[in-house]
């Protein structure tokens, strides 16, 4: 089997996290985040290799011949990138993928069933757990639309059935680890602060300098704090 070339194809940015897609026959680009800055964790998310179908009907089809090449492919990609954590689903032919890998590198995958309401987000919590660390995701083609959208990035359409080589890689900073929440469950303390310690000391001081003038001022203007 001829070993694709490997190089960033294009980048799609938000606020929160960087994606880059990474596929044969493409020009290298600088990516939009600095992944070696600190609490950046380094998502690589990949379908599983090829399937069998000699048996129709199957659901939980091994890998083919083809596949398991694909599957030495990857491990010999990502073998020196430092990948401390592999996550797959239930089914062999995610598992399949991932072990060359696995086993290159001493790695029990951690396996979060795919298909059932939730799934993505269980998926996206994991990662959480390996803040500053390399993540595996092995996926499916219509999984792996909703775990990038889970980590902050674009909602994607569903991989083409015949779409294997793609290997999509995320920089998920540091304001994804608190689930984007924290400034809401945070903002009525800071206003407090704001109210108490600033706003209430001018006014004393505003009320202690123009006496009734002030507070018939304050009356008549609306208050926002």
């Not at 939009?32 to 069998?52: L, M, W």
């Not at 696995?102 to 998926?123: F, K, N, Y």
Request: positive net charge; contains cysteine; hydrophobic residues 40%.
């Amino acid at each position: 089997m001829r070993l694709h070339k490997i190089a960033t194809q294009s980048y799609f940015k938000t606020s929160l996290v960087a994606l880059a897609i990474v596929s044969a026959c493409a020009t290298a680009q600088k990516p939009a985040v600095d992944p070696t800055a600190p609490g950046i964790t380094t998502v690589y998310i990949v379908r599983h290799a090829e399937k069998s179908t000699m048996v129709p009907n199957d659901p939980d089809p091994d890998i083919t011949s083809t596949g398991r090449r694909r599957a030495e492919a990857l491990a010999s990609r990502l073998g020196t990138s430092g990948v401390t954590a592999i996550i797959i689903s239930q089914f062999k032919r995610t598992q399949e993928t991932a072990q060359p890998l696995a086993a290159a590198l001493r790695i029990q995958p951690e396996m979060i069933p795919a298909g059932t309401q939730g799934s993505s987000d269980s998926v996206a919590a994991a990662v959480l757990r390996h803040r500053g660390g390399k993540v595996l995701i092995v996926g499916h083609s219509n999984t792996i639309p909703g775990i990038i959208a889970a980590l902050g990035g674009p909602r994607l359409p569903n991989l083409c059935d015949n779409e294997y080589s793609n290997l999509f890689v995320m920089y998920v900073g540091a304001s994804v680890y608190f689930n984007t929440l924290w400034p809401f469950l945070l903002l009525p303390l800071v206003l407090i602060v704001i109210q108490r310690g600033v706003i209430d000391r001018e006014e004393r001081y505003l009320e202690g300098k123009f006496g009734d003038d002030y507070i018939d001022y304050k009356m008549r203007v609306r208050r926002w704090l």
